[in-house]
């Protein structure tokens, strides 16, 4: 594969946008038009510059801010053309209390994007997170359409609209959305008997064959999948197809003009793959991509003959008083929701070491797990070793960043030899290089590590990958592959998310559906005060000792 990096725009010259003398550059008279494309991905209900865990200003981030790089971009002759690549209505508090708390107000996300006036949007894997009942509720609320070629329900008719068309002085745009196949995986109760995500190429290409067929000029795909990174789950086991394909789109599906990718919660400013643009602004409403697409008109038809893209970070721009107006009800929502206390603590927790040392704050999340479910052990990752209880007064808002996702809780039956290759899949995490120095494989994210409560156990990061627990015992006893346990978990990691496939057929002994950070919520209110030694069990440890520095920092 061929990569042509190109240019990342400055702040202040907006990809272009203006001349130095802050006249229009775009043209369209005569037989030439440059077509501007701004697009987002994965904000995850960031609609607003603000860290609801913290109660602080964020000026780094927010739809508000892209509002007003999106303004500053209609001054052109030529109004842009605005998509999303998915994952939208989840992953902040905000999104949580328009899902869960307060269902009768318009989704401040989604105002948000109506504000702004997106063109269209993909689908991400997240919008399914809270179930169809609250994305149909959103795609109702929203006044551009939210767009999968690749979904389909049990009969075999599409779920939701493959593509969009849009107008700009009579060239007709054709922006068309799929969706990752990975739901099939991570919310296949919320899918399972109603809908279907099939393979996103085939999809696309279907897509592509009808827009163009409908007379459209230029092909804009909007795709919530990465580039061509690895599958989370395993693609054999399960056949729902790749995970991220934004490459292939480009290689294998001709006519497209533009993609726009996201899901992998990275940033790519200008690339071309045969022919093909690809451009991936921040997650989280941390940039917006730009890209310029220059038509000229020939035998009585448009067509792109050149195209370009850059990135404009959002830090430095104020945030749009239209996206503030229409998200303030959520907005003083959120705040009422997240700084109401619920119990308290004499003392401070962190989490600041927690992928390395067993802490009491993590041994608190397995605790309630394990106790919810009844299970004998129980697992979880350390979301964010960022997070912390100061002592005194606990609110949602700080006990809700110890698991900021909306997973639900689980018990599985495994056997000991599922319950050991479970923890050396998680011990992958860890990296010992030729060289004898220690650190942590960069490319497994932290969420993709666990740490299991109910046995004991030595991981030595020092022995090769799928070789490193060397001692595992439950109550005193070492574990035998025959053994049998019962284990909580997450409704990701208990249908095989995050590569841990070993699960995906283990029996479900538990299922309630009850979020895991309600349960959380619903432990300290029920305690009123909550310490350490209620919750503190170590029964893990890492060795060498002297690779623990190391392996410290590099898991920050």
């Not at 979301?383 to 960043?401: C, M, Q, Y």
């Amino acid at each position: 594969m061929r990569f042509f990096s190109r240019r990342r725009a400055s702040v202040l010259a907006l990809a272009a946008t203006w001349s130095c003398g802050g006249q229009p550059v775009l043209q369209t008279g005569g037989g030439t038009m440059d077509l501007v494309v701004a697009a987002t991905t994965d904000v995850h209900g960031r609609a607003r510059g603000w860290d609801y865990y913290t109660n602080v200003a964020d000026t780094t981030r927010g739809l508000a801010r892209v509002g007003s790089i999106i303004d500053s971009l209609r001054r052109a002759p030529v109004l842009p053309v605005v998509v999303d690549a998915g994952d939208i209505i989840q992953g902040t508090p905000l999104a949580y209390v328009a899902a869960r708390v307060d269902t009768t107000m318009l989704n401040p996300v989604i105002a948000a994007m109506n504000a702004i006036q997106y063109d269209a949007a993909a689908i991400g894997n997240h919008e399914f997170n809270y179930g169809l009942p609250t994305l149909q509720r959103a795609i109702r609320q929203a006044e551009f359409p939210l767009l999968a070629a690749n979904a389909y329900t049990t009969t075999g008719q599409r779920a939701f609209r493959p593509w969009a068309i849009s107008t700009r002085h009579g060239v007709k745009i054709g922006i068309v959305g799929a969706t990752t196949p990975g739901s099939m995986v991570w919310d296949r109760d919320n899918l399972a008997g109603k809908i279907v995500v099939r393979d996103i190429v085939p999809e696309v290409a279907l897509a592509v064959r009808e827009v163009r067929a409908t007379g459209a000029a230029v092909v804009i795909v909007a795709v919530h999948s990465g580039l061509n990174e690895p599958s989370s789950y395993d693609t054999v086991a399960t056949p729902v197809g790749s995970e991220n394909v934004a490459a292939r789109i480009a290689y294998e599906v001709p006519g497209i003009d533009l993609i726009v990718y996201g899901h992998s919660h990275k940033e790519m400013a200008d690339t071309v793959i045969n022919g093909t643009l690809l451009m991936q602004p921040r997650n989280w409403a941390t940039s917006v991509a730009i890209a310029h697409l220059g038509l000229v008109r020939r035998d009585g038809r448009w067509h792109v003959a050149s195209r370009r893209s850059s990135i404009v970070p959002v830090v430095g721009h104020r945030e749009s008083p239209a996206v503030v107006a229409v998200t303030q009800e959520g907005h003083r929502a959120t705040i009422r929701y997240a700084t109401t206390p619920i119990g308290t603590t004499p003392v401070a927790w962190r989490a600041d070491s927690a992928r390395v040392v067993d802490t009491p704050l993590i041994d608190f999340i397995l605790e309630v797990e394990r106790n919810a479910a009844g299970a004998q052990l129980a697992s979880t990752a350390a979301f964010s070793t960022d997070a912390s209880l100061a002592a005194g007064p606990i609110t949602l808002a700080r006990l809700s960043a110890l698991y900021p996702y909306d997973n639900t809780l689980r018990a599985v039956k495994i056997s000991g030899e599922q319950l050991r290759a479970y923890l050396e899949q998680s011990a992958r995490y860890f990296q010992h290089t030729a060289d004898g120095r220690f650190g942590v494989d960069r490319s497994i994210p932290g969420y993709n590590y666990d740490m299991v409560s109910g046995v004991d156990y030595t991981i030595d990061v020092s022995r090769p990958v799928g070789e490193r627990i060397t001692t595992l015992t439950y109550e005193g006893r070492a574990v035998t592959p025959a053994d049998s346990f019962t284990m909580a978990l997450n409704n990701y990691r208990q249908t095989g998310g995050g590569g841990f496939s070993m699960l995906r057929d283990a029996p479900v002994v538990y299922d309630r559906q009850l979020e895991i950070r309600q349960l959380l919520i619903d432990e300290v209110r029920r305690k009123g005060t909550i310490t350490p030694s209620d919750y503190f069990h170590p029964n893990w440890r890492i060795v060498p000792a002297s690779a623990i520095g190391n392996l410290l920092t590099g898991s920050k």
